[in-house]
């Protein structure tokens, strides 16, 4: 079992920037590929961001391309979600989550966090 705890999130004007960090509290990651999901009301479950278990391969969703850096520290067991450039439609509960399989846009992950919410105001 891999706990998860996020943390970060909160409320941005648009165009601004938040940093969500997730940290496995005495339980090393660095077998897992990581990524991040988010979830706005009335809809379903979005991938955001993948990173493998290296940090040398990322993948993200083409909403946030461009925006969003996600990053990995393997010692520390966290891994990072930086997000810039916001927009309201990023607004959503914002999940890290850890996976065995390999680095994919898939939102099928084996280890959840409890979610952070991010808030972008117009």
């Known amino acids: 079992q891999v706990q998860l705890v996020e943390s970060g999130g909160g409320l941005a004007q648009a165009g601004g920037s938040l940093r969500l960090s997730c940290v496995a509290p005495g339980r090393t990651i660095s077998s897992y590929t990581m990524g991040w999901i988010r979830q706005a009301p009335g809809k379903e479950r979005e991938f955001v961001a993948a990173?493998?278990?290296?940090?040398?391969?990322?993948l993200y969703a083409d909403s946030v391309k461009g925006r969003f850096t996600i990053s990995r520290d393997n010692a520390k067991n966290t891994v990072s979600l930086q997000m810039n450039s916001l927009k309201p439609e990023d607004t959503a509960v914002y999940y890290c989550?850890?996976?065995?399989?390999?680095?994919?846009?898939?939102?099928?992950?084996?280890?959840w966090g409890q979610g952070t919410q991010v808030t972008v105001s117009s």
């Open positions: 990173i493998n278990w290296s940090g040398a391969y990322t």
């Open positions: 989550a850890a996976r065995l399989l390999g680095i994919s846009t898939s939102v099928n992950y084996n280890y």
